[in-house]
């Protein structure tokens, strides 16, 4: 249909790709978003963005990006589509540098890359380190150029409340809140992008943005959505602790030269580099966060006694690291008070990233025909752990693979009479339940029921898992369910009510934080960064498989799918060696 | 000094066109508070110093990690963003308002969508030829890419637009951050191809004209952006067009 519209929902760099493939087709887009889409979590990302381009003369090429991706998310990714992804990554560079990105550049002014983690090659572009946000800024550009155009009508300040689903179970739009009026309405589309991000918040204190609760996915998990390997959770490395929230220091200091250490014996002790010879202090994230909590809780060693060790640049060219690495230090500093170019920054592992998400096909759209998903909120490209720079990567590939298939599908589904009728039931639904959370007059407090969500869910199902703790609690988790209903709601404002808002949030987090403890405990081995001390070793004859989660009213139902491991065949992953030859 | 405790003054307003007030909050001290985890532990025990029960604080934030820009605010009178704003580095009681150059939405939340239209109104972007596999970008030297990256840190929080005294609701007035975005784009090999229509939205009403050579856009930017710089170089563009057309004419 030429008058068809599309809709996306989220403002990041998958949402933004696909809104511009979409627009490019002269297909109008509907754009959604919490925050005005520049503040939206991608700017968040630090090092860099992979692709295979082989510009040092090392040998690289996209077959060896996607075995090293492969290998590092532990062979529990489908494979097809993680080949495509890495032979479509040269061109997305290109495409980013036509844009205007502001890339770090060669003296021959062509792009620079560095290395990252779990990879012998220079195979990351970057911008200083705030790379994230200047691809993030390059894609809102070329929307607004869209926009300017009368192609993309943006709904910024609004939030996703669940999909329209008509009589056939299809996806027929969309129903949202706007967060000032707080008014509820309906959007048909042809097609729906979710494009909302990961849960980082139902971790309480993450790298992740405020906005990164995950709301929208746990509303269309509980509209029939399947939710993939949820218990893969990765945990950085190097980040550091606050009050509010744990800020990224990015692996890209690693990959400039930066060393891990503690101190054993009175001396300085680099022990990635001990333990790991072959990649060092670029090993995965998994690997590092493990080694860390072992040198820290099994050891005893961390520095002064407390929950870190030490990252060093202070052997690095002061103009060197201002060029390369400014933005991260710049943050250290100004959070920290203490110059990294002087002295070691301290730092402990945080929750970082979902490699987990919504099930999708490989064209993008989820198991309700109609929803897609991209970016973070789907599961598709890391496995059982992320290798650094391949998320901005996967964000804007998925972006523009999902755009143009959209609008293929959407061309046999025009708005009509059932979509309508569908929509005016979903808003009714919505309304209703608002109605109800208005009148919550009970004693618990929503933010505190939220900060012991996080709590729970970052002292038990991160980085080391136990049966008897996951059970405890999926127990704790339906102790806050019920206290959930005995919220009070202090602000009955009709006015940019956001403690209205984040109650409805509060529900579909503790949704999905039952997917993730639940798939932990059922995943009885160890694969990336599920990692069990009971169950040390992977698993491939029961485990090799998807996990997928379906929401039913007694809890989440999970079933296990087969990975697709026609190209590589899988073999045991170590890093204290070089990697063998797929 | 002794500090056991943490107090912030908060200017609260209902809505765009409510009347504001003050509300004032003590909560035990910690060190490593920011005013941000301030207002998250007012929120979770929303009772003022006085003991009267209240609204949590409506205030926006993302990041946390001043890169989005978003939580940009009046902490203590200096326009900063307030994830950065470290307690232990404050004159107590903190005092927090909503930016003044733009309308309040509510509490410390502003509506800022006057700085995007201006971005749009000033063509910001390079008008590239699609999203296909075209190749590689053209080649840009380190230093150009050394001066494009710090006017691309722009985070649109409108700081220097706070400061700015020709930017207020009775002009049009862009204000600096979208005269160095202009710069930035400008800059771009490619972007240059339209650099005649940035300059002439900047020569016409709300562009370069207004500016008053004040100078306290730079003093406050967060990202350390060039303002000044920026803007020079956009007075020398505009002029050299300004004499191009009257040759040309």
């Known amino acids: 249909m030429a008058d068809q519209r599309m809709i996306v929902v989220g403002g990041g760099l998958a949402g933004l790709m696909t809104t511009i493939k979409i627009a490019e087709m002269g297909v109008p887009v509907d754009l959604f978003s919490v925050v005005p889409v520049k503040r939206s979590h991608s700017v968040c990302a630090q090092g860099g963005i992979n692709a295979a381009v082989n510009w040092k003369g090392e040998g690289d090429t996209p077959l060896v990006h996607f075995d090293d991706t492969i290998y590092g998310g532990d062979f529990l990714a489908n494979q097809p589509p993680v080949k495509a992804m890495c032979e479509a990554a040269p061109g997305i560079i290109f495409l980013l540098d036509r844009m205007g990105v502001t890339f770090n550049r060669t003296p021959e002014g062509l792009l620079d890359f560095r290395r990252f983690g779990g990879t012998k090659h220079h195979r990351t572009a970057f911008a200083g380190a705030t790379t994230g946000q200047q691809l993030l800024y390059a894609l809102d550009e070329q929307v607004r150029r869209y926009e300017a155009a009368g192609l993309v009508r943006k709904f910024e300040i609004w939030e996703f409340l669940s999909a329209i689903l008509d009589g056939t179970g299809t996806c027929r739009g969309i129903v949202a809140m706007n967060q000032r009026t707080m008014e509820i309405q309906s959007f048909l589309g042809g097609g729906v992008m979710l494009a909302t991000g990961g849960p980082g918040i139902v971790f309480g204190k993450s790298t992740n943005s405020m906005v990164n609760t995950g709301t929208a996915a746990g509303a269309v998990y509980q509209q029939g959505a399947f939710y993939a390997n949820g218990e893969f959770i990765q945990v950085h490395p190097t980040a550091i602790p606050g009050e509010d929230k744990l800020r990224l220091i990015s692996e890209s200091v690693r990959g400039e030269g930066g060393r891990v250490w503690t101190v054993k014996d009175g001396k300085p002790w680099y022990f990635l580099e001990e333990m790991y010879p072959a990649y060092g202090n670029l090993v995965p994230r998994d690997i590092a966060t493990r080694a860390i909590f072992k040198v820290v809780f099994e050891m005893n060693l961390g520095v002064n006694g407390e929950p870190m060790v030490y990252l060093d640049v202070t052997h690095i060219d002061p103009h060197t690291l201002e060029r390369k690495l400014g933005g991260v230090l710049e943050i250290y500093e100004k959070f920290m008070g203490d110059d990294p170019k002087k002295v070691p920054m301290k730092i402990f592992p945080g929750m970082h990233y979902s490699m987990g998400g919504l099930w999708v096909d490989y064209n993008h759209m989820t198991n309700i025909p109609g929803l897609f998903a991209s970016g973070e909120v789907d599961y598709q490209y890391h496995g059982a752990n992320r290798l650094g720079a391949n998320s901005l990567l996967s964000c804007i590939y998925s972006g523009q693979i999902a755009g143009p298939h959209m609008v293929r599908y959407g061309h046999g589904s025009a708005v009509n009479g059932a979509a309508e009728k569908a929509a005016e039931l979903e808003k009714k639904r919505q309304e209703d339940t608002y109605t109800k959370l208005r009148k919550l007059n009970g004693k618990e407090n929503v933010f505190v029921l939220a900060k012991e969500l996080g709590e729970w869910m970052t002292a038990n199902v991160t980085v080391i898992r136990d049966n008897d703790k996951l059970r405890a609690t999926d127990n704790k988790l339906l102790e806050l369910k019920e206290r959930w209903g005995n919220i009070g709601l202090h602000d009955q404002s009709g006015w940019a009510n956001q403690e209205l808002s984040f109650i409805k949030q509060l529900w579909n987090m503790l949704e999905l934080a039952r997917v993730i403890t639940l798939g932990a405990l059922q995943r009885n081995e160890s694969r990336g960064a599920h990692y069990k001390p009971a169950f040390p070793e992977r698993d491939d004859a029961n485990f090799l498989k998807t996990t997928k989660a379906r929401w039913s009213s007694d809890g989440p139902e999970l079933s296990y799918e087969d990975v697709d491991t026609s190209q590589i065949k899988p073999r045991p992953r170590k890093y204290d060696v070089d990697k063998t030859a797929a | ?249």
């Open chain 2, 1 to 249: 000094m002794e500090t056991r405790s943490i107090r912030v003054r908060v200017k609260r307003q209902n809505g765009s066109d409510a009347a504001p007030y003050w509300e004032e909050f003590e909560i035990p001290y910690k060190p490593q508070h920011n005013v941000i985890s301030v207002l998250m532990e007012i929120r979770r025990n929303p009772v003022t110093r006085d003991g009267k029960n209240t609204t949590p604080v409506v205030w926006e934030s993302s990041c946390l990690e001043e890169v989005c820009g978003a939580c940009t605010m009046l902490v203590n009178g200096h326009v900063r963003q307030a994830c950065t704003a470290l307690i232990d580095k404050l004159e107590q009681p903190v005092t927090l308002e909503p930016m003044t150059k733009f309308p309040v939405v509510r509490d410390l939340q502003v509506d800022r969508t006057r700085m995007f239209e201006a971005l749009k109104k000033a063509r910001a972007w390079v008008p590239i030829d699609g999203t296909y596999d075209l190749g590689p970008g053209p080649r840009i030297s380190p230093q150009t890419q050394e001066f494009a990256y710090k006017l691309s840190r722009c985070m649109t929080c409108g700081c220097c637009l706070e400061v700015c005294p020709q930017y207020n609701d009775t002009t049009n007035f862009v204000g600096a951050a979208t005269m160095a975005q202009v710069v930035l784009f400008n800059l771009h090999p490619t972007g240059e191809m339209n650099k005649d229509e940035r300059l002439e939205v900047m020569m016409g009403n709300g562009g370069i004209a207004e500016c008053g050579n004040a100078q306290n856009c730079v003093q406050v930017c967060p990202k350390e952006i060039p303002l000044t710089t920026a803007i020079g170089e956009l007075g020398r563009q505009t002029t050299v067009k300004l004499i191009k057309d009257l040759l040309w004419r």
